[in-house]
């Protein structure tokens, strides 16, 4: 785990996303300047933190299980003076009373615990007639080639077409409010720094097995996608606790 915090530590983005669609998420949720109080869960290092902090008039907890991500944050924090609160703690544990948040985001972490058990879980912790919005990795498609498909099935057993996604979040008590699929550029801008740094962290490691192996993952993984993403992408999907 310590080298794989260093290398994600100081990238801006830790999965596919950028401001532009965290914006158009919360434009469709049009919450205008009600207070709000925020959780941010498997926030990262924080780029849609500080966006979801600039765009509302709300106070925001952003939680992490990796303290060395919350650190990054914390430096943004104290530079911007917003009113953020890091929290390190699991996702799947979390300290809060029930029905204690308007809004509960997260962008590219709850595939960490499964979307099923990552939905049924929050749901707790938002308020009556409260607001989720998660990007989840979906298909596109109902069909698709086999390498794609067995590469998925192997690597997130969640993995599953949109309208099946917005099938569970209904069964699980959810209103749909909108989806939408993130451009392909947000990966590009994700898997970009990854790439450039792939050489000078496997000499800064010593090309360790474990090390070269994760880096090897992550090359698989980016070429799968420039091969297959007409077939899959992160999916916006923005929603209304009944």
Known sequence: ME?????????????????GQTKKALEILNLGKNYLKILDVGCGTGAQTMVLAKETVS??????FLEPFLDELDKKIKKSGFNIKTMCANMEELPFEDKTFDLIWSEGA????GFINAIEYLKRFIKSGGYMAVTEISWLTNDRPKEIDDYWKNVY????????KLQQLKNNGYRIIDCFVLPNYCWTHYY??????????????GNKKEVVDFINETIIERELYEK???YYGYVFYITQKI
Do not use: C, H, R
């Open 110 to 113: 709850i595939y960490n615990i």
């Open 192 to 205: 970009e720094p990854i790439k450039n740094k792939e050489q000078a962290f496997l000499e800064k490691w």
């Open 59 to 64: 106070e925001i907890i952003a939680v992490d």
């Open 3 to 19: 080298f794989i915090i260093d290398f994600y530590k100081d990238l801006e983005k830790l999965g596919p996303g950028d401001e």
């Open 157 to 164: 057993s969640d993995m599953d077409t949109i309208d099946n």
């Open 228 to 230: 297959y993403n007409e």
